[in-house]
């Protein structure tokens, strides 16, 4: 944009209920020789989509106002409640076939964008966990809706740069990847208008069934703009288990025509022992005190739910990540297939579901358990691998400071006894045969849930790759909100 002439004012536009542009000129006498500038903006819409991870959407009863899964505060106080909850009411509460998507939760400045856009409500947002993303997108929606500032500059006579122009010409590091971001290309990106959705999912049920539903949404989202596409496609952003769901859509469900390019942050591309551990240990912290701390409250849960079940490892991420140290013997698992020899064995200590644990009818929630992984796990697992859309973008983590589960070790110990010689209980830890067990993370690089083993893409067709030290649950942490690029 030029700088403003003598008699000069710059007019900044407005806009009608269909996102449409329009500017207001000023009364001036004729001999004021006054000359009104209307900057061209962007009215070209490409809808970006963002895809939240595993627990990041929020969930309720169907058909119900009651709410399972919110998490609005931000340091997640009020997902207390359910450290007092027992094991049988978790399990009936964080049910697949019982729960739905609320898109009920905490939203950011509304109403931010006027009529340019629909509202975030209207977009989605609400539906996205506000702990782990409500800064995060109101962070991202306005570095790409910042054209104003182009405006003010020509206004003002300044010249502050814009997120994009702060990146033209920077090497961000990419083991893999295009060239840094030119002048011309940050321009051409202002030619078009970046509307933010959010598409949240029941991360409880199959991300098969949360990528038919994608699809759906896609529609709709395209739809709602009409003639102002520049393109009858969207751009999909996605974190950890989102991306499962997106390559699904994508590759599975004939998406791929639909889609410009995915975005993938820290996705488990071949799963991770992580989901293994969570269902043999219980979770710590706020995720804990929801799902579960230890294996009697955590796996009658998650054994009926596909979605968490998916993030296990696959065939492809290798063998012998589970490990089994006695004084008398080491053992690797497993040697060719996880499913039969770790998910669906009945008989070793070290299994991963333990169907005593089930409650209920055991017997018959075994039998579910064992077509669940068969059907849903399985097939999901390795139908996936391998496949992903040609305009594909990744970063993961890859730092020591997140030490992350790339193998496991059930290493034996000795531990204390109480007064009746009975071991100490942990979470952590198991009995078998007079030997104590206790698990162990191989404390591997990573972001402290998927190991660089599985974080990087090994797809050789794949666009950009990044190694960063984010943490899993942070990937998209804006940092200091405070500052002027946060809240403009």
Known sequence: ??????????????????????????????????????????????????????????????????????????????????????????????????????????????????????????????????????????????????????IDNLKNGTIRRTSRQLLIGEDLGAEKGEDALTEAEVRRSYDYLFPLHVFGYNWLQSNADSAVQLDRYIKKVLASYQDRLAVDKVILVTHSMGGLVARYYSEELNGRDNILGIVHGVMPDLGSPTAYRRMKTGERGIVGAVIGDDAASLMPVLAQSPGPLQLLPGKAYGQGWLRIHSDT??????????????????????????????????????????????????????KLHGQYHPNTYAFYGASEKYPSDDHLIWQQIQIPTLFKGSPVKDPVQRHSGGKTFKLISSGSRGDGTVPVSSGRIAFSGIRALLATDVDHEGAYHVGDTGREEGFP
Request: proline share 4%.
């Open 1 to 150: 944009m030029a700088h403003v002439a003598e008699k000069e004012i710059v007019s900044r536009p407005e806009y009608d209920e269909n996102g449409r542009a329009h500017y207001s000129l000023p009364n001036a006498r004729a001999e004021e020789n006054l000359v009104v500038a209307c900057p061209q903006v962007a009215e070209k819409v490409i809808p970006v989509i963002f895809l939240p991870g595993v627990m990041g959407s929020n969930l309720k009863e169907i058909d119900s106002d009651d709410k399972v899964w919110c998490v609005d505060m931000s340091l997640g106080l009020d997902a207390l409640t359910w450290v007092f909850k027992s094991k049988k009411e978790r399990k009936a509460l964080l049910n697949p076939l019982s729960t739905e998507v609320d898109g009920r939760g905490t939203v950011l400045y509304d109403d931010l964008e006027g009529r340019v856009f629909p509202s975030r409500t209207a977009r989605g947002w609400g539906s996205a966990l506000y702990k782990s993303y409500g800064e995060a997108l109101h962070v991202l929606q306005f570095m790409l809706n910042d054209a104003h500032i182009l």
């Open 329 to 382: 013997e080491k053992v690797s698992k497993p040697v060719s297939d996880p499913y039969t020899e770790i998910y669906l064995n009945e008989e070793d200590w070290w299994r991963l579901c333990e169907k005593e644990l089930l409650l209920n009818d055991v017997s018959k929630e075994w039998k579910a358990y064992q077509s669940r992984i068969k059907k849903d796990v399985e097939n999901f697992i390795e």
